[in-house]
Each structure stands twice: as C-alpha cells, then as structure tokens.
C-alpha cells in the first residue's frame, strides 16, 4: 500500500504559470492583464509571476501600487481598487478585484 505524499517541489511547480493567460481564475483575462501590466510597466520579470505571488514579492510598495491601480484602470476602465490594494494581496486576489470592479463598472 502506497501512501499519497504531498512532493513540495512538485507543489511549487504546479503554481508556477508559464504562460499568464492560462493562470487559474483567469477567464476573464484579468490576470492576463496584471502580468501584463507588471512586466510592461514595472519591469518584472515573467518567471517571477505566480497566482500566489504578492506584490510583497514583486518589490511593490504601497506607492507603486497606487501606480498600479491608476494604469490598471487606465487599461480596463475602471477605478475605485486602489483602496483595496495592499502589499500582502496575491496575483489571484487582484484578479478577483479586478473582476469585481469590471462586474461593479458594468452595471452602473
């Protein structure tokens, strides 16, 4: 009998997303969108991105989020997420406040 045995390596791997598009929850293309935005304009480099990655992770302090914020709505046509960006917030959650913003935007 073999037992089932979580390989941390392998765990790593499997969040880890070659190409941003095809990232988990990114139907939408908001996490496309963010990938995009962090390497066009924060020079991140696309190896580092994750869904799991904080903007911790990426160097980016509360100013650079606002900056963030101002290009991500820019792109998208919305507003309204630069109070709710942190430093601690991962790639995933982001792109679920994207998408809130866009589902918020398109019933006004």
Not at 43 to 52: F, I, N, Q, T
Not at 63 to 83: I, Q
Request: net charge negative; hydrophobic share 40%; with cysteine.
């Amino acid at each position: 009998m073999s037992e089932l045995v979580s390989d941390p390596v392998s765990d790593v791997a499997a969040d880890r997303v070659s190409d941003p598009t095809s990232a988990p929850g990114s139907d939408s293309g908001a996490y496309a969108e963010i990938c995009a935005v962090l390497t066009e304009t924060f020079g991140v480099e696309p190896d580092a991105l994750r869904p799991s990655t904080t903007f911790q992770e990426l160097d980016l302090d509360s100013l650079a989020l606002l900056e963030f914020a101002l290009v991500m709505g820019e792109r998208l046509g919305v507003s309204g997420g630069d109070a709710d960006l942190r430093p601690a917030m991962t790639l995933r959650e982001a792109s679920a406040l994207v998408e809130s913003l866009r589902s918020h935007s398109d019933h006004r």
